[in-house]
Structure formats: structure tokens, C-alpha cells
């Protein structure tokens, strides 16, 4: 069974820096599409950023220039190193595996809570 494992979370000021991981397992990971999206309560679900099978990456307005999003195949893990963080970052946030080929694919980690707070 494919199972998404985010970590890496928790309580980080304004302006400094956090790491996310997110492990994969029960899938081929080096076929998917690999996504970091966030949610707060209250909100809609945001994409964040994508790195695709070939390693091209895409970013949300609001978090390009800070955030990076990075993958290791031979771990099944992707990463999202997370700097200069806002209040405004604050949410859960998952991974999400995509694929599509003739039929589409996609499965969700379970997400991690970021905090930015004074």
C-alpha cells in the first residue's frame, strides 16, 4: 500500500528556516511527480511547489525565492527547505505523489504542522 510519512514540522520564528521531508513507500517513487502543498484552517488547500520525475520545479508566487523543493529517488524522499518564514507560512503541510498515465494517480501524506510564530 502507498503510504506518504511528512516530518520535519513544528514551531520556527519569522525569518528563520525549516526543512520538511517527506517519505515514501509502497510506490515507485521515481515515476511520480512530487508536490508540497499547505493548508490553514480556514483555507484552501495551496500548491506550494512541484518537482517533476525530471527534477523541473515549479513555486508559488508567495513562497519562490525562499523555499526550495529538492527529491533523492535512491531514499523515495522529498524534501522542501523552507527560508525566511512568514507568519503567513503557517499551515499543515503535505506531500502529494502524482501520475498520470492513462489513469491518474495521486496519494497524500498524512501532513506536518508549521508554525511560524514570535
Known amino acids: 500500500q502507498v503510504q506518504l510519512v511528512e516530518s520535519g514540522g513544528g514551531l520556527v520564528q519569522p525569518g528563520g528556516s525549516m526543512r520538511l521531508s517527506c517519505t515514501a513507500s509502497g510506490m515507485i517513487f521515481s515515476i511520480y511527480d512530487m508536490d508540497w502543498y499547505r493548508q490553514a484552517p480556514g483555507t484552501q488547500r495551496e500548491l506550494v511547489a512541484t518537482i517533476s520525475v525530471g527534477g523541473r520545479t515549479n513555486y508559488a508566487d508567495s513562497v519562490k525565492g525562499r523555499f526550495t523543493i529538492s527529491r533523492d529517488n535512491a531514499k523515495n524522499t522529498v524534501y522542501l527547505q523552507m527560508n525566511s518564514l512568514k507568519v503567513e507560512d503557517t499551515a499543515v503541510y503535505y506531500c502529494?505523489?502524482?501520475?498520470?498515465?492513462?489513469?491518474?494517480?495521486?496519494?497524500w501524506g498524512q501532513g506536518t504542522q508549521v508554525t511560524v510564530s514570535s
Open positions: 502529494n505523489a502524482e501520475r498520470s498515465f492513462l489513469v491518474s494517480e495521486n496519494y
